[in-house]
Each structure stands twice: as C-alpha cells, then as structure tokens.
Nanobody
C-alpha cells in the first residue's frame, strides 16, 4: 500500500510561487507515474501535471494542463521517494486543494491513479 503526504500549500499573492511536495512510502516509487490534480468546491477534480515512471520509453517525461503550461513544473526525486510541483506566476484561479496521486502512467484521468494524498490547500490572493 502506497501512502502519499502532500505539503507546501499556503497563502500567496498573485504572481508569487509555491513548491508542493508529495512524500511517498514504499520502495517502488520509480515505477509509478505521478500526478497532481486540483479541486475547488462544486467542481470535479482537475488534472494539473503528470510525470511518467522513470526508465523505459520516454521515462520521466512530463505533461501539463494547458492552464498551467509554462508556469508549473513537476519533477521527481526517486532517491527521496518524493514528487514536486513548482508553481510560479500564480493566479487567483489557481486557488484549490491540490492532490498528489500515484499509479497513472501518463494519464490525465483521476480514475487511472490508485493512490491519493489527503490534499493541501493553495490560496492565491489578488
């Protein structure tokens, strides 16, 4: 059973930056695709960024929602079993609960990820 714990959320002014972390348990982290999703009240969970498992064809490649492309960056440290989401030039519309997920292999669909963290709140003030 993989456990995920997010951290790094908080309150930031528009134009600012935050770096989210997702620490995972287990020793197979490098075989998991990792994803970041976000959700606001009354809306469905939305894909933000993903990174493929390390190794193999296009291993470690990243992909993003159009709304964050060029501003957000996902990466992973396999030695630390941790994934990150660097968020720059934040906008008020980025305000949401951000969730880390493991298991998807290049997918943007939440149902393809079998393991989820508890979420961390990101609030961007105007």
């Amino acid at each position: 059973q993989v456990q995920l714990v997010e951290s790094g959320g908080g309150l930031v002014q528009a134009g600012g930056s935050l770096r989210l972390s997702c620490a995972t348990s287990g020793d197979t982290f490098d075989t998991y695709g990792m994803g970041w999703f976000r959700q606001t009240p009354g809306k469905e969970r939305e894909f933000v960024a993903g990174i493929k498992p390390s190794g193999g064809w296009r291993g470690g490649s990243t992909f993003y929602a159009n709304s964050v492309k060029g501003r957000f960056a996902i990466d992973r440290d396999n030695a630390a079993n941790t994934a990150y989401l660097q968020m720059n030039v934040l906008k008020p519309e980025d305000t949401a609960i951000y969730y880390c997920a493991a298991g998807g292999r290049g997918s943007t669909y939440p149902e393809d990820y079998g393991h989820w963290g508890q979420g961390t709140q990101v609030t961007v003030s105007s």
